[in-house]
T-cell receptor, first 114, second 111 residues
Framework: DAGVIQSPRHEVTEMGQEVTLRCKPI?????LFWYRQTMMRGLELLIY????????DSGMPEDRFSAKMPNASFSTLKIQPSEPRDSAVYFC????????????FGSGTRLTVV | QKEVEQNSGPLSVPEGAIASLNCTYS??????FFWYRQYSGKSPELIMS????GDKEDGRFTAQLNKASQYVSLLIRDSQPSDSATYLC???????????FGSGTQLTVLP
């Protein structure tokens, strides 16, 4: 089991550019979550999917943010256009329905917008 | 009002001591409670889950839950320098699947 795989690990981009973050959940997991972590706000849920369908996107900060899950093994989080305040670590996590194991997090993508 | 609050840190304890980490939550409908450990620059990793009132022990870790007081805690016995990390409390509410995290408590175990 390779775990939750995120790419890229680090991304530095200029303000106004489009950024795409990628996530491959653990095979068989039917829930996928995108979180953002900053020193000021901690871990915030952005959006989550169940069986590839977005369930709750109320945490997506602005229309500049969008997320898709075209199939069970791949999800993207896109920011267009990016702004310096989007700089954060973005985590993807997945679970199988629900149970004592809780979430498995990916290694995260550290995004810096200059 | 923040939904999940953790005791302010940072917290320092000497090696071998008991570290006590506390968390309160605002939603009485909360069902499941988790403690995650996050080393600097790494992703959170689950160390304990608890669903019923009382204590749950796993090695040197004990989670305690009191739903009436809306309080969950984590005790780390015989603390080791390798326990130095940020500890995150996380809660789910009702039938929801998403976790709400506290801001974390940074623990340092001094050799």
């Amino acid at each position: 089991d390779a775990g939750v795989i995120q790419s890229p690990r680090h991304e530095v981009t200029e303000m106004g550019q489009e950024v795409t973050l990628r996530c491959k959940p653990i095979s068989g997991h039917d829930y996928l979550f995108w979180y953002r972590q900053t020193m000021m706000r901690g871990l915030e849920l952005l959006i989550y999917f169940n069986n590839n369908v977005p369930i709750d996107d109320s945490g997506m900060p602005e229309d500049r943010f969008s997320a898709k899950m075209p199939n069970a093994s791949f999800s993207t989080l896109k920011i267009q256009p990016s702004e310096p305040r989007d700089s954060a670590v973005y985590f993807c996590a997945s679970i199988l329905n629900w149970g004592p194991s809780g979430y498995t997090f990916g290694s995260g993508t550290r995004l810096t917008v200059v | 009002q923040k939904e999940v609050e953790q005791n302010s840190g940072p917290l320092s304890v000497p090696e071998g001591a008991i570290a006590s980490l506390n968390c309160t939550y605002s939603d009485r409908g909360s069902q499941s409670f988790f403690w995650y450990r996050q080393y600097s620059g790494k992703s959170p990793e689950l160390i304990m889950s608890i669903y019923s009132n009382g204590d749950k022990e796993d090695g040197r870790f004990t989670a305690q839950l009191n739903k009436a007081s809306q309080y969950v805690s984590l005790l780390i016995r015989d603390s080791q320098p390798s326990d130095s990390a940020t500890y995150l409390c996380a809660v789910t509410s009702g039938s929801a699947r998403q976790l709400t995290f506290g801001s974390g408590t940074q623990l340092t175990v001094l050799p």
